[in-house]
Nanobody, 121 residues
Framework: QVQIVESGGGLVQPGGSLRLSCAASGSIFSIYDMGWFRQAPGKQRELVATITSGGSTNYGDSVKGRFTISRDNAKKTVALQMNSLKPEDTAVYYC???????????????WGQGTQVTVSS
Protein backbone atom coordinates (compact mmCIF):
# COMPACT_ATOMS: atom_id res chain seq x y z
CA GLN A 1 0.00 0.00 0.00
CA VAL A 2 2.92 2.36 0.71
CA GLN A 3 6.21 2.33 -1.17
CA ILE A 4 9.43 4.17 -0.35
CA VAL A 5 12.06 4.36 -3.09
CA GLU A 6 15.54 5.91 -2.89
CA SER A 7 17.74 6.98 -5.78
CA GLY A 8 20.93 8.92 -6.47
CA GLY A 9 23.59 6.74 -4.88
CA GLY A 10 26.87 6.00 -6.58
CA LEU A 11 30.65 6.29 -6.48
CA VAL A 12 32.26 9.61 -5.66
CA GLN A 13 35.76 10.78 -4.75
CA PRO A 14 36.55 12.22 -1.31
CA GLY A 15 35.53 15.85 -1.17
CA GLY A 16 32.86 15.35 -3.79
CA SER A 17 29.08 15.67 -3.61
CA LEU A 18 26.00 13.54 -4.18
CA ARG A 19 22.29 14.21 -3.89
CA LEU A 20 20.00 11.42 -2.77
CA SER A 21 16.27 11.47 -3.40
CA CYS A 22 13.41 9.52 -1.86
CA ALA A 23 9.81 9.30 -3.02
CA ALA A 24 6.81 7.98 -1.12
CA SER A 25 3.84 6.66 -3.04
CA GLY A 26 0.77 4.48 -2.69
CA SER A 27 -2.23 4.70 -0.40
CA ILE A 28 -1.00 7.66 1.64
CA PHE A 29 -3.24 9.75 3.83
CA SER A 30 -0.48 11.88 5.34
CA ILE A 31 3.27 11.84 5.97
CA TYR A 32 4.79 12.99 9.24
CA ASP A 33 8.54 12.75 9.91
CA MET A 34 10.93 11.67 7.17
CA GLY A 35 14.60 10.89 7.41
CA TRP A 36 17.77 9.27 6.19
CA PHE A 37 19.73 6.55 7.94
CA ARG A 38 22.81 4.67 6.85
CA GLN A 39 24.49 1.37 7.57
CA ALA A 40 28.00 0.23 6.73
CA PRO A 41 28.96 -3.47 6.71
CA GLY A 42 29.43 -4.77 10.24
CA LYS A 43 28.10 -1.59 11.83
CA GLN A 44 24.80 -0.52 13.32
CA ARG A 45 22.37 1.62 11.40
CA GLU A 46 22.83 5.27 12.35
CA LEU A 47 20.88 8.47 12.04
CA VAL A 48 21.93 10.80 9.24
CA ALA A 49 19.17 13.41 9.25
CA THR A 50 15.46 13.81 9.92
CA ILE A 51 12.92 16.44 8.98
CA THR A 52 9.39 17.02 10.27
CA SER A 53 6.40 17.88 8.14
CA GLY A 54 6.90 21.49 9.22
CA GLY A 55 10.53 21.55 8.13
CA SER A 56 12.39 21.21 11.44
CA THR A 57 15.65 19.30 10.94
CA ASN A 58 17.98 17.17 13.01
CA TYR A 59 21.40 15.84 11.98
CA GLY A 60 23.78 13.22 13.19
CA ASP A 61 26.99 14.68 14.60
CA SER A 62 29.16 13.11 11.92
CA VAL A 63 27.37 14.91 9.07
CA LYS A 64 26.59 18.31 10.56
CA GLY A 65 27.79 21.13 8.36
CA ARG A 66 28.21 18.83 5.35
CA PHE A 67 24.77 17.33 4.65
CA THR A 68 21.43 19.08 4.17
CA ILE A 69 18.01 17.43 4.29
CA SER A 70 14.96 18.93 2.61
CA ARG A 71 11.47 17.85 1.61
CA ASP A 72 8.70 18.69 -0.79
CA ASN A 73 5.36 17.88 0.81
CA ALA A 74 3.43 18.33 -2.42
CA LYS A 75 5.63 15.82 -4.24
CA LYS A 76 5.97 13.53 -1.19
CA THR A 77 9.73 13.53 -1.53
CA VAL A 78 12.73 14.06 0.70
CA ALA A 79 16.28 14.77 -0.44
CA LEU A 80 19.74 14.62 1.09
CA GLN A 81 22.43 16.88 -0.31
CA MET A 82 25.82 15.46 0.67
CA ASN A 83 28.90 17.67 0.34
CA SER A 84 32.54 17.25 1.36
CA LEU A 85 32.13 13.50 1.33
CA LYS A 86 34.58 11.33 3.24
CA PRO A 87 35.42 7.63 2.94
CA GLU A 88 33.70 7.17 6.31
CA ASP A 89 30.41 8.15 4.64
CA THR A 90 30.47 4.93 2.61
CA ALA A 91 27.31 3.00 3.46
CA VAL A 92 23.89 1.95 2.27
CA TYR A 93 21.57 4.89 2.78
CA TYR A 94 17.96 4.19 3.71
CA CYS A 95 14.99 6.52 3.53
CA UNK A 96 12.41 6.39 6.31
CA UNK A 97 8.94 7.90 6.41
CA UNK A 98 6.33 7.96 9.14
CA UNK A 99 3.10 7.46 7.19
CA UNK A 100 -0.57 7.24 7.91
CA UNK A 101 -2.03 5.21 5.08
CA UNK A 102 -5.62 5.15 3.91
CA UNK A 103 -5.81 1.55 5.16
CA UNK A 104 -4.12 1.73 8.56
CA UNK A 105 -5.27 4.48 10.91
CA UNK A 106 -2.16 4.49 13.11
CA UNK A 107 1.01 6.02 11.60
CA UNK A 108 3.72 3.50 10.82
CA UNK A 109 7.38 3.65 9.78
CA UNK A 110 8.13 2.62 6.21
CA TRP A 111 11.60 1.99 4.80
CA GLY A 112 13.08 2.05 1.34
CA GLN A 113 15.34 -0.66 -0.03
CA GLY A 114 18.46 1.47 0.30
CA THR A 115 20.92 3.03 -2.11
CA GLN A 116 24.68 2.47 -2.03
CA VAL A 117 27.03 5.41 -1.55
CA THR A 118 30.74 4.71 -1.97
CA VAL A 119 33.35 7.39 -1.29
CA SER A 120 36.76 6.32 -2.54
CA SER A 121 39.71 7.60 -4.51
Amino acid sequence: QVQIVESGGGLVQPGGSLRLSCAASGSIFSIYDMGWFRQAPGKQRELVATITSGGSTNYGDSVKGRFTISRDNAKKTVALQMNSLKPEDTAVYYCNAEVRSTIIATPRDYWGQGTQVTVSS
